[in-house]
Every structure is written in C-alpha cells, then in structure tokens.
Nanobody, 118 residues
C-alpha cells in the first residue's frame, strides 16, 4: 500500500550537516502527520519532528533550531545542521494516516544510519 525509502545518512563530523530524504510511493490517503524519528543504540525510538495535516510542525527540544522538515511532491526531507555526536542514530521516516477518528495507521521506512563523530 505505502512504501517509504530513506536515504542521505552517513558519517559526518560534529558541526556538519546532512539532508535526509524519504521517497514515498503507493496509495497515500488521509494523512494526519508526516515526520522523522530516530533510535540510538540501547535507546527507544524517539520523535525528531512531526508535521501535522493542520500545518504545525513539532520538533523535539534536542533538535530545535538545528533540524528542519520539508516536503516536495512525494519526498519528505530532514535538513540537519550543527550535528552533534548525540544525534547519532538510525533515522526513520514515518507517515500516519487516519481514515477515521478511531483508526490510525503508521508506515515506516527501513531507516538510514547517521553517525556523528566528535
């Protein structure tokens, strides 16, 4: 139904920048939110940023002022600036679809590794 493919991860030095891309395909309907999450070794997956259908963007405090989400056609981007070692994680693209108020479906990409060296 929906496929998400991330790319753009890699190894960068602290203070550097990366732009992650998430290309979507398939039947995308009733989107309630799009965003990025990440999971560091030994930690739970956490929110990086979500952009709701209402037009608001919600960033984790740890990335505010450094990361920016954007969208162009079928691709969602995450621009990451001033990267820190603590940003090291696997980053996942996510799309939430809510056809009814009682049901929400989440779709995830395979993830892309971001490693920031000090």
């Amino acid at each position: 139904q929906v496929q998400l493919v991330e790319s753009g991860g890699g190894l960068v030095q602290a203070g550097g920048s990366l732009r992650l891309s998430c290309v979507s395909s398939g039947s995308i309907r009733s989107i309630s939110a799009m965003g990025w999450y990440r999971q560091a070794p030994g930690k739970q997956r956490e929110l990086v940023v979500t952009a709701t259908s209402g037009g608001s963007s919600n960033y984790a405090d740890s990335v505010k002022g450094r990361f920016t989400i954007s969208r162009d056609r079928n691709t969602v981007y995450l621009q990451m600036n001033s990267l820190k070692p603590e940003d090291t994680a696997v980053y996942y693209c996510n799309i939430k679809m809510t056809p009814t108020i009682e049901a929400t479906y989440s779709f995830w990409g395979q993830g892309t590794q971001v490693t920031v060296s000090s």
